[in-house]
């Protein structure tokens, strides 16, 4: 079946640092990939994605590419900010007869000034 | 962008009783919702599929009896937990999808904290 790995948070930066948040996966197929962002007290918000390998996905300065051959769909970001503090999931979407989404278990990240 | 809301957002409830959840598309209208549960420091896991006039697909391991939903316009879903337990407590979340040719493309609801003493 499908699954996603993401890194265990909490992950804990300082303002202006550089952030990976690494993710890799299962599935049949050739899924699209996702990151979705969950700030406190709201609902998960689609960050960016990526739909075939190579593609990059990018959104508020955040970047992920689509690598097949590691199976990887890692979240980058050059200087993060306080702002950026949030939960943050890899998931994907394979279709066919798994219509939902296979998320990661999600990666806390707080962002010290 | 779309808007999805739940009701409410949080619920403490005694055991035995039965909890409804809603699901809203705002500002679309949702052809297929999905409910998600999520436990403390764990992913968001699928519990059913529901389209608008038909039955829920349920997925493996989750009891149709105890989780009904509703899909009874394109606009409204609901969940119901039949004779809460303890370990029914949990963090409920739905989405929605419009039929797109993005069939991957799911809006969030905020999410429900049901607590069950």
């Known amino acids: 079946g499908n699954s996603v790995t993401q890194m265990e948070g909490p992950v804990t930066l300082s303002e202006e640092a550089f952030l990976t948040i690494n993710c890799t996966y299962t599935?049949?197929?050739?899924?699209?990939l996702f990151w979705y962002v969950q700030y406190p007290g709201e609902g998960l918000q689609l960050l960016l994605k990526?739909?075939?390998?190579?593609d990059k996905g990018s959104n508020k300065g955040f970047e992920a590419t689509y690598r097949k051959e590691t199976t990887s769909f890692h979240l980058e970001k050059g200087s993060v900010q306080v702002s950026d503090s949030a939960v943050y999931f890899c998931?994907?979407?394979?279709?066919?007869?798994?219509?939902?989404?296979?998320f990661g278990k999600g990666t806390h990240l707080i962002i010290q000034p | 962008g779309a808007v999805v809301s739940q009701h409410p957002s949080r619920v403490i409830c005694k055991s035995g009783t039965s909890v409804k959840i809603e699901c809203r598309s705002l500002?679309?209208?949702?052809?297929?919702m999905f409910w998600y549960r999520q436990f403390p420091k764990q992913s968001l896991m699928l519990m059913a599929t529901s389209n608008e006039g038909s039955k829920a697909t349920y997925e493996q391991g989750v009891e149709k009896d105890k989780f009904l939903i509703n899909h009874a316009s394109l606009t409204l879903s609901t969940l119901t937990v039949t004779s809460a337990h303890p370990e029914d407590s949990s963090f409920y979340i739905c989405s929605a999808r419009v039929r797109t040719t993005l069939p991957d493309t799911q809006y969030f609801g905020p999410g429900t904290r049901l607590t069950v003493l």
């Open positions: 990526a739909t075939k390998a190579d």
């Open positions: 998931a994907l979407y394979s279709g066919g007869g798994a219509d939902g989404l296979t």
């Open positions: 599935a049949t197929g050739y899924p699209s």
């Open positions: 500002d679309f209208q949702a052809t297929t």
